[in-house]
Nanobody, 124 residues
Framework: QVQLVESGGGLVQAGGSLRLSCAAS????????MGWFRQAPGKEREFVAA????????SYRDSVKGRFTISRDNAKNTVYLQMNSLKPEDTAVYYC?????????????????WGQGTQVTVSS
């Protein structure tokens, strides 16, 4: 069982930056692919970024490419999402997800484990 706890959300002006963190419990974190998803009010949850178990493969939705960076530190059981040049349309609750396989955390299917989410609000 993997438990995920997100942090780092908040209110920021357009053009600003935030770094989200997702701390995972359990000794098997390094074997899991990790991903970030987001859900804006009135919209469906959508894929944002994913990273393979060893960090060797990353992927992003088109609208965040060049602005967001996903990374992980397996020694700290933590995955990060660095968000730069934030836009009002990035406003959402951001969720961390984990799965033994990469495809689910890339939005292919539903990942096995989810965090509770952290709110990101970007003002114009």
């Amino acid at each position: 069982q993997v438990q995920l706890v997100e942090s780092g959300g908040g209110l920021v002006q357009a053009g600003g930056s935030l770094r989200l963190s997702c701390a995972a419990s359990g000794r098997t974190f390094s074997s899991y692919a990790m991903g970030w998803f987001r859900q804006a009010p009135g919209k469906e949850r959508e894929f944002v970024a994913a990273i393979s178990w060893n960090g060797g493969s990353t992927s992003y939705r088109d609208s965040v490419k060049g602005r967001f960076t996903i990374s992980r530190d397996n020694a700290k059981n933590t995955v990060y999402l660095q968000m730069n040049s934030l836009k009002p349309e990035d406003t959402a609750v951001y969720y961390c997800a984990a799965d033994p396989f990469l495809s689910p955390v890339q939005g292919g299917t539903v990942p096995r484990h989810w965090g509770q989410g952290t709110q990101v609000t970007v003002s114009s």
